[in-house]
Structures are given as structure tokens and as C-alpha cells.
């Protein structure tokens, strides 16, 4: 089944580490975006991607960092200049060029970061 | 992109018809109006999506009246399972980059 995967589900990390929350799709989607949700709270966007090798930064940025060498993997950092990190992170995907019908984001299962 | 206004929070009983309504008073010509719904710890799902005047499917109905500046989403026979947070989103449809924002939803709880 074509999806999006995120891991790990659940992360736990001491102050000043840095560390990397895994997104990988098989959609073959072009565009890929991370979600910050705080609880009780909505989807706040902190990196998107267009094409391979670009991507801009959204509302919450600071403190993050992504990369995007390939078309299907979309890794988000959070390092440690991130002030608040504990949260739980979606990514998410978007067709673009290659959709048959409504361009809808296609969101993978999450994962919670909590920092010790 | 144009910003949504929702209600932060609604209350149903099981098998009524809810309704939803999501402000998007810069909506631009282009654009979609898309619907997702989140359970708790987990990743947001498409609900519905439209342009204009009514879309129905299995699930739910989306009706955007002629001016296009808002949505209203029903949900027709709720039952405990609905109880979830809904979120609108303008979205340009399109396959050029663009920061998709969320607003911060409406979270609905359905009672018996």
C-alpha cells in the first residue's frame, strides 16, 4: 500500500541533543511538509519541499532543520537551539504534477518527541 | 493563501446532524476548500474537498455558497466515532510550492 512513514513513533531525548525524525513516501508525491502539534492545539508548518533539493521554511522554522536529496525522504532535525521541542511532528505529502484528482495531503501516523 | 476562522469547539448528540462552518473571507480564485479530521495521536485525514456549491460523498457533505468566503461542513447521523477535531484549509490545488496553514480546528464531541 502506498503511504507515508514516519519513525521513530515515540523519541525521547536529553537537552542540547539533536535529533532526527525519519519521513519516507511512497507516493510518489512531489511536494513533503512537517507539522508541529502542541497539545490541545493545531498544525503548525515548520518546513515544506517542493522538488528535491529545495525547500522553504514556514511559520515555526527556527530551531529545525531538513533536508530533501530525494524525491521520497523528507528528514526533519531538531536541534538544540529549539527552545521548546517536546511535541508531536506529522509529515505529510502532496501530489502536485503527477495527481489524477484532488490534491489532498496525505499525512503519515506522527511521531512524539519528548525531552527529558 | 487565505486564512480559516472556525469555531474552537462543538457539542452533538449521537445521530444528529452537524454542522460546521469554517471562515475564509480571502479565498482566492483558485482556490479548493479541504477538509481533514484528526483523532487524537494521530495524523489528519481528507475528509471532503470542494469549490463551489455542494459536494456530497459517503461520509459527509460540503456546501460553499456563491461568494466562496465560507464552508460549511455537515455531518450528517454523528455517532461517538465522530468525536475528533476537524480542520478546513484553503488550498491553491496546485502543483506549485505553497505553505499549506492550518487553523487551529474545531474540536467536536459527540455524547449519547
Known amino acids: 500500500d502506498g503511504g507515508i512513514t514516519q519513525s521513530p513513533k515515540y523519541l525521547f531525548r536529553k537537552e542540547g541533543q539533536n535529533v532526527t525524525l525519519s519521513c519516507e513516501q511512497n507516493?510518489?508525491?512531489?511536494?513533503m511538509y512537517w507539522y508541529r502539534q502542541d497539545p490541545g492545539q493545531g498544525l503548525r508548518l515548520i518546513y515544506y519541499?517542493?522538488?528535491?533539493?529545495?525547500?522553504q521554511k514556514g511559520d515555526i522554522a527556527e530551531g529545525y532543520s531538513v533536508s530533501r536529496e530525494k524525491k521520497e525522504s523528507f528528514p526533519l532535525t531538531v536541534t538544540s537551539a529549539q527552545k521548546n521541542p517536546t511535541a508531536f511532528y506529522l509529515c505529510?505529502?502532496?501530489?502536485?504534477?503527477?495527481?489524477?484528482?484532488?490534491?489532498?495531503?496525505?499525512f503519515g501516523a506522527g511521531s512524539r518527541l519528548t525531552v527529558l | 493563501l487565505a486564512k480559516t476562522t472556525q469555531p474552537i469547539s462543538m457539542d452533538s448528540y449521537e445521530g444528529q446532524e452537524v454542522n460546521i462552518t469554517c471562515s475564509h473571507n480571502n479565498i482566492a480564485t483558485n482556490d479548493y476548500i479541504t477538509w481533514y479530521q484528526q483523532f487524537p495521536s494521530q495524523g489528519p485525514r481528507f475528509i471532503i474537498q470542494?469549490?463551489?456549491t455542494k459536494v456530497t460523498n459517503e461520509v459527509a457533505s460540503l456546501f460553499i455558497p456563491a461568494d466562496r468566503k465560507s464552508s460549511t461542513l455537515s455531518l450528517p447521523r454523528v455517532s461517538l466515532s465522530d468525536t475528533a477535531v476537524y480542520y478546513c484549509?484553503?488550498?491553491?490545488?496546485?502543483?506549485?510550492?505553497?505553505?499549506?496553514?492550518f487553523g487551529k480546528g474545531t474540536s467536536l464531541l459527540v455524547t449519547p
Open positions: 519541499s517542493q522538488i528535491v533539493n529545495d525547500f
Open positions: 484549509l484553503v488550498d491553491p490545488n496546485s502543483n506549485s510550492g505553497y505553505a499549506l496553514n
Open positions: 507516493l510518489n508525491h512531489d511536494a
Open positions: 470542494g469549490y463551489k
Open positions: 505529510a505529502s502532496y501530489p502536485g504534477t503527477v495527481s489524477s484528482g484532488a490534491n489532498v495531503l496525505t
